[in-house]
């Protein structure tokens, strides 16, 4: 199935797509026109992955670890899809990160990896905005630079793993004012999905709703104010935000 959650006049609703449209729990119809996205999940925590692709450490020149290196992204930082990303006031270079998103369906702790994927409730398309002139050494660690507010767009939607197909060869793109920016693979991961479930729950206890930022590809550059960012997940859809400048 694929989840949605959303806002009509004000009024919190789930639901489900049915060809293109969202039917809440009543049964009642909506077009993507007349309601407000939110996120697809509604965590406790959001963990993001550093160099989880080996093409993306090459492009910044560092190496892969061989253990998954996290940080935590702050929930003031998800939004939904059509939601504006705002470029902060004191940031100079804030780019885009396309990456798939797990969501976890129920209490995960010291998960086998042969079992982590019976922990997963659904995947879903997140944007891992990073404001990179904030990671200049190891005084300032990643979660200045990906915790301001809005930089963890997600959604639209919340895919089961019955219809999200095989997930460690999914095909990864994004796109900035319709130009193809960046592409990708996830059979490229270096920790795939059951390692990641596996090596976080051995040191907290992941509950539902909670989400975990696989990492993105390279191709990274640059957004600005006025930028439309798209980031297409084959099987998952496609999320939308635009790029406005802090007021």
Known sequence: MRFARFLH?????????????????????????????????????????????????????????EDPVLFLKPLSSLIGNNEEIVYPKNAKYVHYEG?????????????????????????????????????????????????????????????????????????????????????????DLVHNVPKLIEYISEFMTLMPEDMILTGTPKGISPIHPGDRVEVEIENLGKLVNTVVAEK
């Open 9 to 65: 006049h004000g009024t919190y609703l789930e639901g489900t797509e049915v060809n293109g449209r969202l039917e809440d729990s009543t049964g009642k119809m909506y077009s993507a026109e007349e309601i407000t996205w939110l996120s697809p999940s509604k965590p406790s925590k959001i963990v993001g992955l550093v160099l989880n692709y080996l093409d993306h450490a090459n492009e910044l020149g560092l190496n892969v670890s």
């Open 99 to 187: 990456e798939l998103c797990v969501v976890i369906g129920k209490p995960a702790r010291r998960v086998r990896i042969n079992d982590a994927l019976d922990y997963v409730k659904g995947y879903t398309i997140a944007n891992d905005v990073t404001a990179r002139d904030f990671i200049t050494n190891i005084f300032r660690p990643p979660v200045k630079a990906k915790g301001f507010d809005t930089f963890c767009p997600a959604g639209p939607l919340l895919v089961t793993p019955d219809e999200a197909g095989d997930i460690s060869n999914l095909k990864i793109r994004t796109l900035i004012n319709g130009e193809v920016r960046q592409e990708g693979i996830t059979a």
